[in-house]
């Protein structure tokens, strides 16, 4: 796989993009117009592009539900440490995202969950390289 891009229906496209960018994320302004823009994530690989809803309807005749009332999907995106998640998801605060739950910490794993401001999940999280690399358990072992 050479990269993946996560198409986000959004209702303000400058709100939008404000927020992505205060979580560290770039704009490619050469795949972005005033119906659509690219989020670039990690260059190469992980991109969002988030369209306005009028624009991301002519992908499908089938309804556009409002994550807001009804989100249907969450994207994570994992951080090189806890720090980089909490910095990472007050900014994302500061910049109009929302915070419904507290904090997940397995020990091995952190999580927090934020909102975009049109209702999208964004999931901010860390693992433990040793169990990124060979699971929970090897994770507890070398805690014990």
């Known amino acids: 796989m050479t990269g ?3 198409n986000l229906p959004v209702t303000d496209l400058e709100r939008a993009k404000a927020f992505y960018e205060a979580l560290g994320f ?3 302004p050469q795949f972005t117009d005033h119906n659509a823009a690219c989020v670039v994530v990690e260059e190469g ?3 969002f592009m988030i369209l306005v809803r009028e624009f991301f309807q002519t992908f499908t005749d089938k309804p556009l539900g409002d994550p807001r009332e009804a989100p249907c999907s969450a994207t994570a995106i994992f951080f090189d440490s ?3 998640v909490d910095a990472t998801a007050a900014a994302g605060l500061a910049a109009g995202g929302t915070e419904d739950q ?3 910490d ?3 794993m952190y999580q927090r969950q934020l909102t975009d401001p049109d209702g ?3 999931e901010l999280g860390w693992m433990d390289p040793v169990a990124a690399a060979q699971g929970p358990e090897a994770y ?3 805690q014990a």
């Open 4 to 6: 993946m891009f996560v």
């Open 102 to 104: 507290p904090a997940t």
């Open 45 to 47: 690989h992980s991109y």
């Open 120 to 122: 999208n999940l964004i």
């Open 82 to 84: 806890r720090e980089d």
């Open 140 to 142: 507890a072992a070398q």
């Open 26 to 28: 770039t704009i490619n």
């Open 106 to 108: 397995l020990g091995f």
